[in-house]
């Protein structure tokens, strides 16, 4: 198998678990591509990748489930791509620390369905709440268990 790698849907990534992302690629020389459609300022770290695609509908996301494979990491909320990337072998990670399953996915992709009938009815609006200090220690613990578990391997 290759050496895992870490897959990052950056169009909508927060800053902070960007940086965390960084540090983690600083600190363990993991390689963390960002993939988005536009360029993303990134510090001068060795295995930090940029990957830029064209503007358009989830072309980001099928960027990476193309790349994405058994082992990898892929950080995303797109419950979609999270599903897909699962089921090539990667593991999936929101970046508010929720860690997809294949055990659970398929309930989240019809309660993400359910949520997008509901927002087009206009009887649910907004979004998420902003990312709150639990969401950041439940995403780096997560991170930190993978990048564990990947160096013993």
């Keep these: 198998m290759a050496e895992s790698l870490i897959w990052v849907d950056a169009d909508a990534c927060p800053k902070v678990v960007r ?6 690629a600083e600190r363990t020389r993991v390689q963390v591509t960002f993939v988005a459609n536009q360029t993303i300022a990134l510090p001068r770290v060795p295995g930090l990748k940029m990957l830029t695609v064209p503007a358009g509908f989830d072309v980001a996301d099928h960027a990476i489930a193309a790349r994405a494979g058994e082992g ?4 995303t909320s797109d419950i979609p791509l999270a599903a897909e990337v699962i089921a090539k072998g990667a593991q999936a990670l929101s970046p508010r620390g929720e860690k997809f399953s ?7 992709l019809m309660m993400r369905d359910f ?8 009887l649910i609006s907004g979004g998420p709440p902003p990312l709150g200090l639990s969401e950041r220690n439940a995403f ?8 564990a578990h990947r160096a013993l391997a």
């Excluded at 780096?140 to 990048?147: F, Q, T």
């Design 19 to 24: 940086e965390i992302l960084c540090r983690a």
């Design 102 to 108: 294949p055990d659970t996915i398929r309930s989240q």
């Design 140 to 147: 780096a613990g997560h991170l930190d268990r993978w990048l």
């Design 72 to 75: 990898d990491l892929v950080i």
């Design 115 to 122: 949520m997008d009938t509901m927002r087009s009815s206009l």
